[in-house]
């Protein structure tokens, strides 16, 4: 069975760098059929989709964020991961990663369990 | 952006009810939505894709329909593990965006 966990620091201080990593097991992240992506939701709102990545690096974010916004893959870990730059308190939320069909349905079909990363001096 | 709005933003119902959400698409977005579910502390678990189609292993009791920008997800005969928040996603087109969620309370 598919799971999918975040790690990375619960504690950023604004201005730095937030970087968190999802590690899939039960499955393999090399496959045509899916992307991998990052979804938040602050404490208590909704859920934004942040950005995907396919097996072989592709990427695609959500505009607004781009300029702050990297994702990468590691095959051979099995991993994705994200970086996203200059945080502010906007940035505080709970931080999902999510295997996403690929081709016209684009549905989010299974979830870590998300981690929280406040943003604070 | 698509722009999804839900309604309505909360709704109280009791064990047994039917219940209906809304959500509308600000373009048309053909029959490229999901449904999710979501429990305090829990991420969201996938129930309805294209509008209609059912997740594996979810209750028959949750249906979906609509096409273009307006459908609608439905819950027949509510049971107490039903009660949590339900959010739609476009999937027609990038950014993918979220509906703001619907909060199914217990009357």
């Known amino acids: 069975q598919l799971q999918l966990q975040e790690s990375g620091p619960g504690l950023v201080k604004p201005s730095e760098t937030l970087s968190l990593t999802c590690t899939v097991s039960?499955?393999?992240?090399?496959?045509?059929?899916?992307?991998w992506g990052w979804i938040r939701q602050p404490p208590g709102k909704g859920l934004e989709w942040i950005g995907s990545?396919?097996?072989?690096?592709?990427?695609y974010y959500k505009p607004s964020l781009n300029s702050r916004v990297t994702i990468s893959v590691d095959t051979s870990r099995n991993q994705f991961s994200l970086k996203l730059t200059s945080v502010t308190a906007a940035d505080t939320a709970v931080y999902y990663c999510?295997?996403?069909?690929?081709?016209?349905?684009?549905?989010?079909?299974?979830w870590g369990q998300g981690t929280l990363v406040a943003v604070s001096s | 952006d698509i722009q999804v709005t839900q309604s309505p933003s909360s709704v109280s119902a009791s064990v047994g009810d039917r219940v209906t959400i809304t959500c509308r698409a600000s373009q048309g977005i053909g029959r490229w939505l999901a449904w999710y579910q979501q429990k305090p502390g829990k991420a969201p678990k996938l129930l309805i894709y294209?509008?209609?189609t059912l997740q594996s292993g979810v209750p028959s009791r949750f249906s979906g329909s609509g096409s273009g920008t307006d459908f609608t997800l439905s819950i027949s005969s509510l049971q107490p593990e039903d009660f949590a928040t339900y959010f739609c996603?476009?999937?027609?087109?990038?950014?993918?965006?979220f509906g703001q969620g619907t909060k199914l309370e217990i009357k």
């Open positions: 996603q476009q999937a027609n087109s990038f950014p993918y965006t």
């Open positions: 999510a295997r996403q069909i690929v081709g016209a349905t684009s549905d989010f079909d299974s």
């Open positions: 294209s509008a209609s």
């Open positions: 039960g499955g393999s992240i090399i496959s045509s059929s899916y992307y």
């Open positions: 990545i396919y097996y072989n690096g592709n990427t």
